[in-house]
């Protein structure tokens, strides 16, 4: 409760400066930290789901969380770009301020505290110990590197779409901010399916390998838009390849990560969640940034960067099973007797 409030006390704080500030240099080490104190929140916040939720459960509170943070990205960037016109840059972040403050307020006075007693902080012996454990560890490497991958293999289009629909297609920019929108829905519709199936009895691992199937399928639809035809289909065939690619990223994130969440339970929770996010980011960002400095159209950029990530999650996803993973959803949920038996056949 205390890092989850203190780190949006501390967003807010960060966000009224960055509106204040009238230097650049001070403007990007704010915006730093303003990141920073964000992602306290999305590590902490699957914590609290772990530790309040019982497993059949996790998966639907992970989707229903991430929804907000799929639709923001739709809706900010018009919003904030009306009034930035209107008004100022700075108002965007008075805004960010506002609602920093209302969660935080809200946070202290009703959020109550989801951990028994507090744990021990831990030593740097400690976090290297569970470092070694992630990367060493193949049922909790290969679910994070599948992960990552499938982020990367959708993160490429938001890097290069600008330059494939406007530069290359050359569709109107307002109409091709549309496409986010679209996007976002996408996402939610395989979200809002994959939490219904999952209320229906559907196993993790059946929802992880029918949202892989369902992201190859985009892949394969994409290649589709390299064929000569007019610009306003391929731009259409590839909006359809990306959305099924993001649909099917809805399906495998929650599942993946509360079979990660059961595995790394206890003081390694924290930790593996930080890894996955760094690798799912981090890959995300150096794979981008090679897609957008190739030399080649932005269009083959795009599909062939999203064919080759894709390959990475399913080959991750291949190995993951290898090393003995199953469902584990039932009766093993609730046995304390450890990592190996939430995972073991």
């Given at each position: 409760?205390?890092?989850?409030?203190?780190g949006l006390t501390a967003y807010t704080v960060v966000s009224v400066l960055i509106a204040l500030t009238p230097w650049l240099t001070v403007f990007i080490a704010l915006r730093f930290l303003q990141g920073f104190f964000t992602a306290i929140f999305i590590i902490v916040s699957r914590q609290i789901i772990y530790d309040l939720y019982e497993p059949?459960?996790?998966?639907?509170?992970?989707?229903?969380?991430?929804?907000?943070?799929?639709?923001?990205?739709?809706?900010?960037?018009?919003?904030?770009?009306?009034?930035?016109?209107?008004?100022?840059?700075?108002?965007?972040?008075?805004?960010?301020?506002?609602?920093?403050?209302?969660?935080?307020?809200?946070?202290?006075?009703?959020?109550?505290?989801?951990?028994?007693?507090?744990?021990?902080?831990?030593?740097?012996?400690?976090?290297?110990?569970?470092?070694?454990?992630?990367?060493?560890?193949?049922?909790?490497?290969?679910?994070?590197?599948?992960?990552?991958?499938?982020?990367?293999?959708?993160?490429?289009?938001?890097?290069?779409?600008?330059?494939?629909?406007?530069?290359?297609?050359?569709?109107?920019?307002?109409?091709?901010?549309?496409?986010?929108?679209?996007?976002?829905?996408?996402?939610?519709?395989?979200?809002?399916?994959?939490?219904?199936?999952?209320?229906?009895?559907?196993?993790r691992l059946r929802l992880i390998f029918w949202g892989l199937m369902m992201a190859t399928a985009g892949c394969a639809v994409g290649f589709a838009s390299l064929i000569d035809c007019p610009a306003l289909i391929r731009g259409i065939i590839l909006a359809v390849a990306s959305a099924m690619v993001r649909a099917g990223y809805a399906f495998v994130?929650?599942?993946?990560?509360?079979?990660?969440?059961?595995?790394?339970?206890?003081?390694?929770?924290?930790?593996?969640?930080?890894?996955?996010?760094?690798?799912?980011?981090?890959?995300?960002?150096?794979?981008?940034?090679?897609?957008?400095?190739?030399?080649?159209?932005?269009?083959?950029?795009?599909?062939?960067?999203?064919?080759?990530?894709?390959?990475?999650?399913?080959?991750?996803?291949?190995?993951?099973?290898?090393?003995?993973?199953?469902?584990?959803?039932?009766?093993?949920?609730?046995?304390?007797?450890?990592?190996?038996?939430?995972?073991?056949?």
């Amino acid at each position: 409760r205390r890092v989850v409030c203190g780190g949006l006390t501390a967003y807010t704080v960060v966000s009224v400066l960055i509106a204040l500030t009238p230097w650049l240099t001070v403007f990007i080490a704010l915006r730093f930290l303003q990141g920073f104190f964000t992602a306290i929140f999305i590590i902490v916040s699957r914590q609290i789901i772990y530790d309040l939720y019982e497993p059949d459960r996790q998966v639907a509170a992970i989707g229903t969380m991430v929804s907000g943070i799929i639709l923001s990205p739709a809706v900010a960037p018009v919003a904030g770009a009306y009034i930035a016109h209107y008004l100022s840059w700075r108002f965007d972040f008075v805004l960010s301020a506002g609602f920093g403050a209302v969660l935080a307020v809200i946070g202290w006075l009703h959020l109550g505290e989801s951990l028994a007693s507090r744990l021990p902080w831990p030593t740097a012996g400690q976090l290297i110990d569970c470092y070694r454990f992630f990367f060493a560890t193949g049922r909790v490497f290969w679910p994070i590197t599948c992960l990552s991958a499938m982020f990367a293999a959708y993160f490429v289009f938001i890097v290069t779409s600008s330059f494939v629909y406007v530069d290359e297609l050359g569709v109107n920019p307002r109409l091709y901010s549309k496409l986010f929108i679209f996007m976002a829905l996408a996402y939610l519709a395989g979200n809002w399916t994959m939490k219904h199936l999952n209320g229906r009895g559907w196993q993790r691992l059946r929802l992880i390998f029918w949202g892989l199937m369902m992201a190859t399928a985009g892949c394969a639809v994409g290649f589709a838009s390299l064929i000569d035809c007019p610009a306003l289909i391929r731009g259409i065939i590839l909006a359809v390849a990306s959305a099924m690619v993001r649909a099917g990223y809805a399906f495998v994130q929650p599942p993946l990560q509360v079979v990660l969440m059961r595995d790394c339970g206890g003081q390694r929770l924290g930790a593996m969640l930080g890894v996955l996010y760094l690798l799912q980011f981090g890959v995300s960002g150096v794979v981008s940034q090679l897609a957008a400095t190739a030399r080649t159209t932005a269009l083959n950029i795009t599909v062939l960067t999203m064919a080759a990530m894709l390959a990475v999650a399913l080959i991750s996803y291949l190995l993951w099973r290898r090393t003995g993973a199953s469902s584990g959803y039932g009766r093993e949920d609730r046995d304390p007797g450890g990592a190996d038996n939430l995972l073991g056949h």
